[in-house]
């Protein structure tokens, strides 16, 4: 079968041969992933997170074994003020005896915080056993300038072609990314972000709606991307958000975008680094099946539903911001994970998880949804939508 064709200029700009941006999803799209995506002609993105520097440096290496072609590094930095380790709040010092140092991390947080885990452990019947180091070592080093910094200098170090910032601006490290020749992606959920990503040199915005999985904004993808598209002009634009298959794609590139961005339909790839319980979860749902909520990180994060997101949301709580919410997210998973209550895991995904019905290699996700859009650009949509001027 011949090979299909489907071209736009973020080919040229990313230096690949399909407008296909497999999302740096945290801890799920590592090497093999990722170089799955990029061999298939794709750009494939690690998800680093919460990666440290020689973490990330192990990952560009073991990429560069599988594959000679582009790829990127994706990152969450800080929005606005960095959030360095937290102090111990007020309330916390007045629960502790002076000679009483804290020292976990949940004794850091606010007394309603450690309620809260105390709560939810009973509800559940979780073993109150103190926190897995590293789950809650990685979900609190979110947000932490000096994290984020020591990363982003090791992407520019290994000399990664794509650097992509999932939140944040990346504005500050352009000058230098571009010094090498490499590209910079900023991911966005609204207007008024995309505007300022693009002001500060951003070579292609991605402006993700909310049906996406993960984090994620207010606004739908298909109001989003012509707002985005417009105000950010004629920087490169692209799509996130509920694409799943080739329609999704096609849809896109149909409304000025210049490619895609996919995260949830590469859960369920058997490269993606994840226990294959939370795959099962994603292939069981249905499209009402993800529910929004802060408690994992602090942000707003799209998941597949469970009986711990609606105990969070009916306790009403403020989240607390990104880094301390991961130890309170850290410490009830790891009861879970203890008691394998694993349906109480975090689980992000997009609404698409109806629309997924098998795990399946990377390369086969990738090449049908290329196949299937190419198809409906070239011919299904001349053979069935009649247009003239
Ligand atoms: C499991 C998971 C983890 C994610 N982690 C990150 C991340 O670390 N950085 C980031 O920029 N986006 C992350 N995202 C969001 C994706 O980059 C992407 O915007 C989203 O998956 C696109 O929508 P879709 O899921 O409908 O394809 C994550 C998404 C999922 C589902």
């Given at each position: 079968?011949?090979?299909?064709?489907?071209?736009?200029?973020?080919?040229?700009?990313?230096?690949?041969e399909?407008?296909?941006?497999?999302a740096?999803?945290?801890?799920?799209?590592?090497?093999?992933?990722?170089?799955?995506?990029?061999?298939?002609g794709?750009?494939?993105?690690?998800?680093?997170?919460?990666?440290?520097?020689?973490?990330?440096?192990?990952?560009?290496?073991?990429?560069?074994?599988?594959?000679?072609?582009?790829?990127?590094?994706?990152?969450?930095?800080?929005?606005?003020v960095?959030?360095?380790?937290?102090?111990?709040?007020?309330?916390?010092?007045?629960?502790?005896?002076?000679?009483?140092?804290?020292?976990?991390?949940?004794?850091?947080?606010?007394?309603?915080?450690?309620?809260?885990?105390?709560?939810?452990?009973?509800?559940?019947?979780?073993?109150?056993?103190?926190?897995?180091?590293?789950?809650?070592?990685?979900?609190?080093?979110?947000?932490?300038?000096d994290?984020?910094?020591?990363q982003?200098?090791?992407?520019?170090?290994?000399?990664?072609?794509?650097?992509a910032?999932?939140?944040?601006?990346p504005?500050?490290?352009?000058?230098?990314?571009?010094?090498q020749?490499?590209?910079?992606?900023?991911?966005?959920?609204?207007?008024?972000?995309?505007?300022?990503?693009?002001?500060?040199?951003?070579?292609?915005?991605v402006?993700?709606?909310?049906e996406a999985?993960?984090?994620?904004?207010?606004?739908?993808?298909?109001?989003?991307?012509p707002?985005?598209?417009?105000?950010?002009?004629?920087?490169?634009?692209?799509a996130?958000?509920?694409?799943?298959?080739?329609?999704?794609?096609?849809?896109?590139?149909?409304?000025?975008?210049?490619?895609?961005?996919?995260?949830?339909?590469?859960?369920?790839?058997?490269?993606?680094?994840?226990?294959?319980?939370?795959?099962?979860?994603?292939?069981?749902?249905?499209?009402?099946?993800?529910?929004?909520?802060?408690?994992?990180?602090?942000?707003?994060?799209?998941n597949?539903?469970?009986?711990?997101?609606?105990?969070?949301?009916?306790?009403?709580?403020?989240a607390?911001?990104?880094?301390?919410?991961?130890?309170?997210?850290?410490?009830?998973?790891?009861?879970?994970?203890?008691a394998?209550?694993l349906?109480?895991?975090?689980?992000?995904?997009?609404?698409?998880?109806?629309?997924?019905?098998?795990?399946?290699?990377?390369?086969?996700?990738?090449?049908?949804?290329?196949?299937?859009?190419?198809?409906?650009?070239?011919?299904?949509?001349?053979?069935?939508?009649?247009?003239?001027?």
């Amino acid at each position: 079968m011949a090979r299909p064709v489907l071209r736009t200029r973020l080919c040229d700009i990313l230096d690949i041969e399909y407008p296909i941006i497999l999302a740096g999803m945290g801890g799920v799209s590592t090497a093999e992933l990722v170089a799955a995506v990029s061999e298939a002609g794709g750009l494939g993105i690690v998800g680093a997170a919460s990666m440290p520097a020689d973490e990330i440096e192990r990952q560009v290496r073991r990429i560069r074994d599988l594959t000679s072609k582009p790829f990127g590094v994706d990152v969450l930095l800080p929005s606005g003020v960095s959030t360095p380790r937290p102090a111990p709040s007020a309330d916390v010092k007045e629960s502790a005896s002076a000679s009483d140092a804290p020292k976990r991390p949940r004794d850091y947080l606010p007394a309603a915080y450690n309620t809260f885990i105390d709560n939810a452990e009973h509800e559940f019947g979780l073993p109150a056993k103190g926190e897995d180091q590293a789950w809650t070592s990685g979900m609190s080093r979110l947000g932490s300038g000096d994290f984020s910094k020591r990363q982003v200098e090791a992407i520019l170090d290994l000399k990664v072609p794509v650097f992509a910032a999932g939140l944040g601006n990346p504005a500050p490290w352009v000058e230098q990314f571009h010094a090498q020749g490499a590209k910079v992606i900023g991911l966005v959920g609204n207007v008024k972000n995309a505007r300022r990503i693009a002001d500060g040199g951003t070579d292609v915005v991605v402006a993700q709606g909310t049906e996406a999985g993960g984090h994620t904004g207010r606004i739908g993808t298909m109001a989003l991307l012509p707002q985005v598209i417009d105000a950010v002009a004629p920087t490169a634009v692209c799509a996130a958000g509920g694409i799943g298959d080739g329609r999704g794609i096609a849809g896109a590139l149909a409304m000025g975008c210049d490619g895609v961005w996919i995260g949830t339909a590469f859960l369920v790839s058997r490269e993606a680094t994840w226990p294959d319980l939370l795959k099962e979860r994603i292939l069981a749902a249905t499209e009402e099946d993800t529910r929004v909520t802060r408690l994992y990180s602090g942000k707003t994060m799209r998941n597949i539903n469970n009986p711990l997101i609606e105990y969070w949301e009916s306790q009403k709580l403020d989240a607390l911001p990104m880094g301390m919410q991961g130890i309170v997210s850290g410490e009830i998973m790891s009861g879970a994970r203890q008691a394998n209550k694993l349906e109480l895991l975090m689980n992000p995904a997009g609404q698409i998880s109806g629309m997924l019905h098998e795990m399946r290699a990377a390369k086969d996700i990738f090449e049908d949804m290329v196949r299937e859009a190419a198809e409906i650009i070239a011919e299904g949509m001349p053979r069935r939508v009649k247009a003239s001027l």
